[in-house]
């Protein structure tokens, strides 16, 4: 995979996206950040880390943040114009983290009302891989049926729920465990956990 889109929803658990983005960009992947206005929201209150609404001034923030250049890119939840939005120039992948159920229940609907939405909409058109981190407890049905209905149209479901077999000290490690975890998926490689069975 080489280019990859990440959406942050207003669901809790931005340390998940921000990590991710960051073992993405150390890949040399071309990764678009795509924030929904309740994702940039909590994005700033549980990581204090505060983006613009406005998209060039976000993608300048963002590039300062992951020390990153041309491979970070970012757009507007307004612009159906980008590349990303059509499915003749489909992201290789598309990881929502965290996803958040209004999102989850969009999707599933097959309402595109934002750039995000319809780019989760291309990956199941076009049958590429859209990966979503759910960060919410408990499930009600509603949830569940529009999360099995997304795994059954194609999507894949891992939710946020840390390994504890490794005997995590902190923070930061259950929060790698997770993002390993979207990595395998991707078929990227890393070394953020060490796997069952394998000696440290």
């Given amino acids: 995979m080489k280019n990859i889109v990440v959406g942050i929803t207003g669901a809790s658990g931005s340390i998940y996206g921000l990590r991710l983005i960051e073992e993405l960009l150390r890949t040399e992947m071309q990764v678009t950040v795509l924030l929904t206005n309740a994702g940039r929201q909590v994005l700033t209150f549980e990581t204090d880390l505060e983006v613009s ?110 390994g504890f077999y490794q005997q995590p000290e902190s923070v930061a490690e259950l929060v790698n465990f997770v993002v390993g975890k979207i990595l395998d998926n991707l078929g990227v490689e890393h070394q953020l956990f060490n796997r069952w069975g394998v000696e440290k």
Avoid: W
Avoid at 89 to 101: E, K, Q, R, T
Avoid at 115 to 121: I, P
Avoid at 129 to 155: D, M, Y
């Fill in 53 to 162: 609404e406005k998209p060039q001034e976000c993608l300048q923030q963002l590039k300062g943040y992951f020390n990153a250049g041309n491979k970070l890119s970012h757009y507007g939840l307004n612009d159906f114009f980008v590349p990303v939005a059509s499915g003749s120039s489909a992201p290789d992948g598309v990881v929502i983290c965290p996803c958040s159920m209004g999102t989850v229940g969009r999707i599933a609907a097959g309402l595109s009302d934002n750039l995000l939405e319809r780019v989760a909409d291309v990956a199941l058109k076009e049958s590429k891989k859209l990966l979503l981190v759910p960060r919410e407890t408990p499930f009600n049905q509603i949830h569940l049926e529009n999360l099995l209905r997304l795994s059954k149209a194609g999507a894949q479901i891992l939710p946020a729920m840390p």
